[in-house]
Nanobody, 126 residues
Framework: QVQLVESGGGLVQAGDSLRLSCAAS????????MGWFRQAPGKEREFLAG????????DYVDSVKGRFTISRDVAKNTGYLQMNSLKAEDTAVYYC???????????????????WGQGTQVTVSS
């Protein structure tokens, strides 16, 4: 099993930046990829970005491409989501998740991720 803990959320103004962290523990050597998702009030949880744990190849949805950057530090067992130029519509609970079964690809569907953090709230005021 892998345990994930997010941190770094908070209340910011539109245009500000935040960096979310996701600390992994347990059987971290089983992680193939890490994904970041978010769930806004009244909406379904959505995939934002993913990164291959080994190699660092990444994938982004169009709505955050160019504003968000996903990265990971394998030595620290930590993933990151750098969020710039935040907008009010970025307000949501942000989750990190670990994919421990997919070889080679970054999957956008939740079904591929079997370990999830508890979420961290990001609120962007306009």
């Amino acid at each position: 099993q892998v345990q994930l803990v997010e941190s770094g959320g908070g209340l910011v103004q539109a245009g500000d930046s935040l960096r979310l962290s996701c600390a992994a523990s347990g059987r971290t050597f089983t992680i193939y990829a890490m994904g970041w998702f978010r769930q806004a009030p009244g909406k379904e949880r959505e995939f934002l970005a993913g990164v291959r744990w080994i190699g660092g190849r990444s994938d982004y949805v169009d709505s955050v491409k160019g504003r968000f950057t996903i990265s990971r530090d394998v030595a620290k067992n930590t993933g990151y989501l750098q969020m710039n130029s935040l907008k009010a519509e970025d307000t949501a609970v942000y989750y990190c998740a670990a994919d421990r079964s997919t070889i080679g690809n970054i999957i956008r569907g939740e079904y591929a991720y079997d370990s999830w953090g508890q979420g961290t709230q990001v609120t962007v005021s306009s």
